[in-house]
């Protein structure tokens, strides 16, 4: 029978905890309200409307000792083979900074910091050119980072070019990046750490033919001869990545070269700071006051001692809104697997549906649910404390709405109308950032890495590799010529649907 880490246990804790609201919760431990808090460096946060009091986060505490989460860090850091089915390293730490002191850490930081002087040069290069718009070609773990961060950060601290971002293979997403550029002011960039992504490919060769030089066609790959085959791009213009870096663990290095495009070297470099200092907080402070310890062991608890089947995360901050996205691929890549690390099954849930939405706008839309559904969704709420626009009154009432439901959920409301009363109880996490900079964005995104990495320890599970996104790729392969009406798809089904488009795509004539 394969161990639960002793995640069964959890379970008689929450029956304990059955039908104690959170208010009464909070009421029985007045140190509780500021007390289930930790503070790393830029990021805050209070846990102390989980469902959960100090006997059952012990318990948690002692799953973490249990499969040796500090000594499992320790070898993240330290370039151990921790991505075991692929027998490599997971080593996005080495990318901004050198804690262990290691010969394959040393090593990785030194390769970090040497190709980051190379995309200093080549941002000085293009500043002096005519180039003003930067396309980023990419899918993934080599899009969902860079995409977030700009979005983020760029119309704050944007430095001198602008970064358009294409993904989807749907030819209506080239159409609309390029509708609206010059190539001849414009540089592309394929970003693929394999390069042998479909989607990647076939973007990058409509950006070739549109941007009619290849001198501004650059490659950010772990793969440099296929990019040079496929696209003639020479050694000069190819910025290296590694296999020792997970896709979506990827944005500290080159693939965040359009990041360091879009806002300047100098505040990628502080991005990769921001991270740095999490990761300080993350290998060197003990269990309990340990951020990424107490966001992962809450995860465990929402998902193996309470069952529930979501995660969802509120950026109450418009520059954050593609965080659930980006979170989406971290989180859910990594840790939805069902067979721990040596084949056996798991005897546990793995990873809950990661989803969610900006606030206030979320609250427009499905919090409907969320109040009065028959479900019950732990909720990350993220706030700012500072603004960057001048809009005072607009801040206080975003802060004031993230508040209010946080509490709300929490509360709940009763009424003699049963239409309108709030079963609350609902559990959540408020995290809150000073204010939105590289630094603190850098220290968030760490924090959550290293969440994912632990949740994946007391699973048992690898968060590093993600064979389940072979087989669609696999089948769309097989599939292809098929649609080109070379030979028929077998799968009776399919056939079906393909003639149906047929008929359609030719009646649409
Ligand atoms: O960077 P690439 O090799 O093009 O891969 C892009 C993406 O595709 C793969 O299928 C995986 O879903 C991702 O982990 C990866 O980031």
């Known amino acids: 029978m394969a161990t639960t880490n002793g995640l069964d246990e959890l379970v008689s804790f929450a029956a304990r905890l059955e039908g104690v609201s959170t208010a009464a919760l909070v009421a029985a431990d007045p140190a509780r309200a500021a007390g289930f808090a930790v503070r790393a460096g830029p990021v805050y946060a209070n846990f102390a409307r989980q469902r959960y009091d100090r006997a059952a986060l012990e318990a948690l505490f002692a799953v973490a000792e249990s499969v040796g989460a500090e000594e499992r860090l320790r070898a993240l850091f330290s370039g151990e083979p921790v991505n075991a089915t692929e027998g490599r390293a997971a080593l996005h730490t080495a990318l901004r900074g ?222 954050l809104k593609l965080l659930p996205n980006y979170l989406q691929q971290l989180v859910m890549e990594s840790l939805g697997k069902s067979v721990r690390l040596d084949g056996s099954p798991v005897a546990v849930d793995t990873v809950p549906v990661w989803w969610g939405g900006a606030g206030t706008d979320s609250q427009h839309s499905f919090f409907q649910a969320l109040h009065q559904g028959t479900n019950v969704e732990p909720l990350d709420f993220i706030g700012i404390a500072r603004p960057d626009h001048d809009h005072p009154g607009n801040h206080l009432a975003l802060l004031a709405n993230l508040f209010a439901q946080s509490e709300a959920f929490a509360n709940g409301q009763s009424s003699e109308d049963p239409h309108r009363s709030y079963a609350g109880q609902r559990p959540s996490t408020l995290i809150l950032l000073d204010e939105l900079t590289p630094q603190s964005l850098g220290a968030l995104i760490a924090m959550y890495e290293h969440s994912v990495y632990l949740q994946g320890l007391v699973w048992g599970i690898n968060p590093f590799d993600q064979f389940g996104v072979e087989l669609g790729k696999q089948v769309a392969n097989r599939l292809l010529p098929a649609l080109e009406g070379r030979h028929a798809a077998e799968d009776p089904v399919t056939a079906a649907l393909i003639a149906e488009w047929r008929e359609r795509a030719s009646l649409s004539r």
């Open 98 to 319: 050198d804690l262990t002191g290691t010969e394959s850490g040393r090593q990785a930081h030194a390769m970090a910091q040497e190709v980051r002087e190379r995309m200093r040069a080549l941002i000085d290069g293009l500043a002096v050119s005519q180039v003003t718009d930067i396309v980023s070609v990419g899918i993934g773990g080599s899009d969902l980072g860079p995409r977030l961060v700009v979005d983020a950060l760029a119309p704050v601290v944007g430095g001198r070019f602008r970064v358009h971002f294409l993904s989807n293979v749907d030819g209506a997403a080239a159409q609309r990046v390029l509708a609206q550029l010059d190539p001849a002011r414009t540089a592309v960039l394929l970003i693929s750490k394999t390069f042998g992504t479909q989607e990647t490919l076939l973007n990058g060769a409509i950006l070739r033919a549109w941007l009619g030089d290849d001198r501004r066609l650059y490659a950010i790959t772990a793969n440099p001869p296929r990019a040079t085959a496929a696209f003639d791009i020479p050694p000069e213009r190819v910025l290296p990545m590694w296999d020792w870096v997970g896709g979506r663990y990827s944005l500290w290095s080159a693939v965040g070269f359009p990041i360091a495009l879009a806002i300047g070297m100098d505040q990628f470099e502080a991005l990769l700071g921001g991270a740095a200092g999490m990761d300080a907080h993350v290998l060197l402070t003990p269990l309990r006051e340990n951020l990424a310890v107490w966001h992962a062991m809450t995860a465990v608890w929402n998902r193996n001692a309470l069952k529930l089947s979501t995660q969802a995360v509120l950026p109450y901050d418009e520059r």
